[in-house]
């Protein structure tokens, strides 16, 4: 049921303690938080709000794979995902080139869904030395850039270094939005772990960094094609129901371990009190789709980390892949609807 713009719908999610089921009414809105949206990025949302809860969607990491996973399983994801990495400033410099926009756009046109990732190299202050080359810059021990000074104090060149690489970001989501393209935008991912400079000084400065994005992409570069996707299930980290569209999280089990990631579905769930679209945005083995549907974890779509994780032969068997692509609680790319922009 759906009431101003608002998706109504029950779910029987079992209860801490007893183990006992309960019904449960999640309120997933469809309604962006930039209110001057495209009307492609209203699609997308509206589209995912309506079918969620109803199968995953199915996603994969490179569009390098598609073929990889066609050949293997008769199908094709419906969502694959790309990086900005290579278009960081401090990576350009070195002479990084990329054309993950180029095949961003190539992916729309065939019906597809894309969603975007950005390993950021820091902006300055790359220590490149062995074990620490400059290409891992987005790496905390890889820099000394430091994230709570450069906010701390915006007229230093760390500061005015931060700008420049959001800047140089927009001009390559322009070329998407020019394009029609809606994107399922996650920036700052696992911020949480630390292990990326962006998340090295804790919550606070993470949370101003996210905020500090979101007002320069949309309100000086007026990217309404981006749909904003929070990637983190701690509360304190958290940056807002204003500036964050859906929430998500990155989970790599055990290799062949296909549970559904229950407790971690119910982390965000509860961060978000029911209100938004709650996605897998990595993993390595894939949930399982059978127990997703009994167990009533409703992740809006799935998506595979490239290499071993999904050509290994440990994390995914060809079978297993082939089995999830044709489960009937999955989507695929040939299931999506005929977009408006087709």
């Known amino acids: 049921m759906r009431n101003s713009g608002v998706l109504i719908f029950g779910s029987l999610c079992a209860l801490h303690g007893n183990g006992g089921l309960s019904m449960t009414e999640q309120k997933i809105s469809s309604n962006l938080v930039n209110k001057d949206a495209t009307s492609e990025a209203r699609e997308l949302m509206k589209y995912l709000a309506e079918r969620y809860g109803k199968g995953v969607l199915s996603g994969q990491q490179d569009y390098g794979n598609l073929n990889w996973i066609n050949e293997n399983t008769g199908r094709k994801p419906a969502v694959i995902g790309f990086d900005l990495m290579d278009y960081s400033p401090s990576r350009t410099e070195r002479g990084a080139i990329s054309q993950e926009i180029r095949d961003a756009i190539a992916w729309h046109q065939q019906g597809g869904i894309v969603t975007l990732c950005w390993h950021w190299n820091a902006p300055a202050n790359l220590i490149n030395e062995p074990g620490k080359e400059w290409w891992r810059g987005f790496y905390t021990d890889a820099t000394t850039y430091d994230l709570a000074s450069a906010l701390a104090h915006p007229e230093s060149e760390e500061y005015t270094l931060l700008i420049r690489d959001i800047d140089a970001i927009a001009v390559h989501l322009q070329e998407l939005k020019e394009a029609g393209v809606p994107v399922l935008f996650r920036p700052l991912h696992e911020a949480e772990g630390g292990w990326f400079w962006w998340g090295a000084k804790g919550p606070e400065p993470a949370k101003q960094l996210y905020r500090l994005m979101y007002d320069q992409l949309v309100n000086k570069y ?102 999830v692509y044709n489960s009937e609680e999955v989507i695929t790319l040939d299931q999506l609807p005929k977009w408006s922009w087709r």
């Not at 940056?239 to 229950?262: K, M, R, T, W």
């Not at 549907?293 to 071993?308: A, L, N, R």
Request: glycine residues 6%.
């Open 222 to 323: 007026e990217l309404g094609n981006l749909i904003w996707v929070w990637n983190s299930e701690k509360p304190d980290w958290y940056p807002g129901d204003d500036v964050v569209d859906i929430v998500s999280v990155d989970v790599y089990p055990e290799a062949g371990d296909h549970s559904p990631l229950a407790k971690r579905y119910e982390n965000l769930r509860e961060l978000v009190n029911d209100s938004k679209i709650i996605a897998l945005a990595e993993n390595g083995s894939i949930p399982d789709p059978k127990q997703m549907k009994e167990q009533d974890v409703h992740w809006s779509w799935f998506c595979t980390w490239t290499g071993e994780f999904l050509q290994g032969g440990n994390h995914n068997t060809v079978a297993y892949l082939k089995e």
